[in-house]
């Protein structure tokens, strides 16, 4: 088997579906059809506790570390239990393909502990404002992990540092550092690219068009759209960490467990449309997850290895 060693209140509530369930006898009614076809390709993926190295490059805004830091520690504890879903719940589909390795017993799902185990704040710009992949990523990954081993560097820029290939290309970017340490950088799509990463809460440059957008649980839509984007490039990291765990597609460009059900928030959901969310009757905040703090947040779907299809929270 392959591993990575690495006061009650009561909220007024109600759900929104904007189109029915797909109900085909293929799917469950949390699931969503796509095309990706998730394999395991024999390598390991990232198991028991992760220890994460959260890197604030630029003047981060304290909105966005607050939705950042609680939505992962959020990820092994319950919030307020009367309140569900919670985040813990999306995070054992991800925990879940351990027990997808051979050899791995399948009567129980293992924890896999994020552990918030150090936090760097670089408000000196210390590379510019103006950053490469090639260039500032293993710079920076080696000054701050060189004293710890099976630390996952999770860089994330201020709204005013233009990262190479994220707006550009994707929201969030996740790769290696000399073949061995796995590492994702987080975009701040408030002034680069609102109309590329801030969907569903800003319409689209390209792609299918909303008839409608949600508005942000956070009432931030840069905070909550990094979540979203966070959320789904740990889940492809999580499981692929060296390119060679789960994924579908050639290994340079591989589509992961969360890459293939990207723009998918809630079942009956299609193109342009997000399918089934909550909305917070106070705030009209939408939102499919309940996180620690009495914070809420809106969790894009993974691919369920069982179903073989996008799994979401409702």
């Known amino acids: 088997m392959s591993s990575f060693p690495i006061r009650i209140i009561s ?6 579906s904007f189109l029915p369930s797909l109900n085909n006898g293929q799917l469950t009614r949390h699931s969503v059809l796509t095309r990706a076809k998730i394999v395991y390709h024999g390598g390991p993926i990232l198991i028991e506790t992760i220890n994460v190295a959260l890197i604030w490059y630029g003047n981060v ?13 959020s990820l092994n504890t319950n919030g307020n239990f009367n309140l569900q879903p919670q985040v813990t719940k999306w995070w054992k589909m991800v925990e879940s393909y ?19 185990a150090k936090q760097i704040n670089d408000t000196s710009y210390k590379y510019g404002r103006n950053l490469t992949i090639g260039d500032f990523i293993p710079k920076i990954v080696k000054e701050h992990t060189k004293e710890a081993k099976n630390m996952l560097p999770i860089i994330i820029t201020a709204k005013d540092v233009n990262m190479e ?7 969030a970017h996740n790769g290696i550092v000399g073949n061995v340490t796995p590492y994702i950088i987080l975009g701040n799509p408030e002034l680069e690219c609102p109309r590329k990463c801030e969907w569903p809460f800003t319409q689209i440059d390209s792609g299918p068009k909303s008839i409608f957008f949600l508005q942000p649980p956070n009432l931030d839509k840069a905070a909550d759209a990094m979540v979203i984007a966070l959320a789904t490039t740990l889940a492809d990291t999580v499981t692929n960490p060296l390119n060679t765990g789960f ?9 992961g467990v969360g890459t293939a059900c990207k723009a998918i928030f809630g079942s009956g959901a299609f193109p342009g449309n997000p399918g089934k969310v909550h909305i917070d ?3 009209s905040g939408s939102f499919n997850a309940h996180g620690i ?9 993974i691919w369920n ?10």
């Open 11 to 16: 909220l007024a509530l109600f759900s929104i």
């Open 61 to 73: 805004s304290l909105n966005k570390k607050e939705a950042i830091t609680n939505f992962l520690k």
């Open 98 to 116: 351990k027990a997808m390795l051979p050899g791995a017993k399948h009567d129980k799902v293992p924890k896999i502990i994020v552990n918030v």
């Open 165 to 171: 290939g994220v707006c550009t290309k994707t929201c």
């Open 247 to 255: 994924y579908d597609g050639p290994p340079k460009n591989s589509i």
């Open 281 to 283: 009757a106070h705030t």
């Open 293 to 301: 703090k009495d914070q809420k947040f809106l969790l894009p779907a």
């Open 305 to 314: 290895p069982k179903t073989s299809s996008c799994w979401t929270l409702m």
